[in-house]
C-alpha cells in the first residue's frame, strides 16, 4: 500500500506515502501531470497530487463508496482500473471499474459518491481506458470481452472488440486505434470507430501492459503505403509456374527422362 515516487534528476525518491493497504491498480493524468489516482481492495480511489506528496500528505480528492443495495447490505470496494478524462481539468474526472463489474464515473466537482454507476457483463473489469476524445471509454473484462461505452450516454454501449481469448490485462488508446493485451499472449489493434480488427500478434508471452506511440496513425499510414508498393512491384515482376495441362509433350517426355530409376 505504498506510494513511491522517484525524482530522476536527484536519482533518489522523494515521496513514501502509505495510499492503503492495498494497491491494485494505478493510473497517471497525461493531460495534468500532476495527478495520480490509486486504488484496490477495500481501498477507495484515491487522487494525490504530486507536487504536495509527503508522508502526511492527504489525497486532493478521495471517492465514497456507493450506498446499501436493495437488502441494505454494503457493496464491496474492489478497485481494478482507473483512467483519467483528458478534458477533466483541474477538478479531476475519474472512470474506474471493479472486480464485481462495476463501472463507475466520478467528478471530484460534484460529490464524492460516483455520479454515473452500471455494471457491465458478469466478470471482474480488469482493464480500461478513455478515448483521446473523451466521449467514450473502452472496457475489457476477465472473461475476454471489450467494448466501448458512451459516457455521454450514460455508458451506454455502443461497440465491441473482437479477437480476445482470455483475461484482458491493459488498455490503452490513441488516436483512432486501441491496443490491448491479455493472458491469451496476444496484442490486437483494433480501429475505435469502426472496430475493425488491425493487428493481431502472437507474443509468445502474457501481455501485462500495452504502451502505444503518440504517432502511431503516422506509422501505420506510412507502412501500409511502403507495403502496397511493395505488393505491387513483387505482383508485377513474379510470374505464376504452369500447370501441368499447360506443358508441352516434350518437356513432359523431358521430366520423365530426368528422373532416377528406381531398383527393388
Known amino acids: 500500500g505504498r506510494l513511491l515516487v522517484d525524482n530522476k534528476k536527484e536519482g533518489k525518491i522523494f515521496a513514501d506515502v502509505q495510499v492503503g493497504n492495498h494497491v491494485a491498480c494505478l493510473c497517471h493524468n497525461a493531460a495534468h501531470p500532476n495527478y495520480i489516482a490509486v486504488g484496490g481492495q477495500e481501498n477507495e480511489l484515491k487522487v494525490y497530487g504530486i507536487d504536495r506528496l509527503s508522508s502526511r500528505s492527504k489525497p486532493v480528492f478521495q471517492a465514497k463508496n456507493v450506498r446499501n443495495d436493495f437488502v441494505d447490505l454494503r457493496v464491496p470496494v474492489s478497485v481494478t482500473a482507473i483512467a483519467f478524462l483528458p478534458n477533466s481539468g483541474t477538478s479531476p474526472t475519474v472512470v474506474a471499474g471493479s472486480a464485481h463489474s462495476h463501472i463507475r464515473l466520478y467528478d471530484a466537482r460534484i460529490q464524492r459518491r460516483p455520479v454515473v454507476s452500471i455494471t457491465h457483463g458478469e466478470a471482474a473489469i480488469t ?138
Open 127 to 264: 482493464a480500461l481506458d478513455v478515448v483521446s476524445t473523451g466521449e467514450a471509454v473502452v472496457v475489457g473484462n476477465a472473461h475476454g470481452m471489450m467494448s466501448k461505452l458512451d459516457l455521454r450516454k450514460s455508458f451506454a454501449c455502443v461497440g465491441g472488440y473482437k479477437g480476445a481469448a482470455g483475461s484482458m490485462t491493459d488498455i490503452k488508446c490513441s488516436g483512432a486505434y486501441v491496443a490491448s493485451g491479455g493472458l491469451d499472449r496476444y496484442f490486437r489493434l483494433h480501429h475505435i470507430g469502426n472496430q475493425k480488427l488491425v493487428k493481431n500478434l502472437y507474443v509468445k508471452q502474457q501481455v501485462s501492459c500495452v504502451l502505444l506511440s503518440s504517432q502511431l496513425a503516422e506509422t501505420l499510414s506510412s507502412k501500409s503505403q511502403v507495403t502496397g508498393a511493395v505488393v505491387t512491384s513483387t505482383a508485377k515482376q513474379s510470374v505464376a509456374p504452369a500447370s501441368a495441362g499447360e506443358l508441352e509433350d516434350h518437356e513432359i517426355d523431358a521430366i520423365w527422362q530426368d528422373m532416377d530409376v528406381v531398383l527393388e
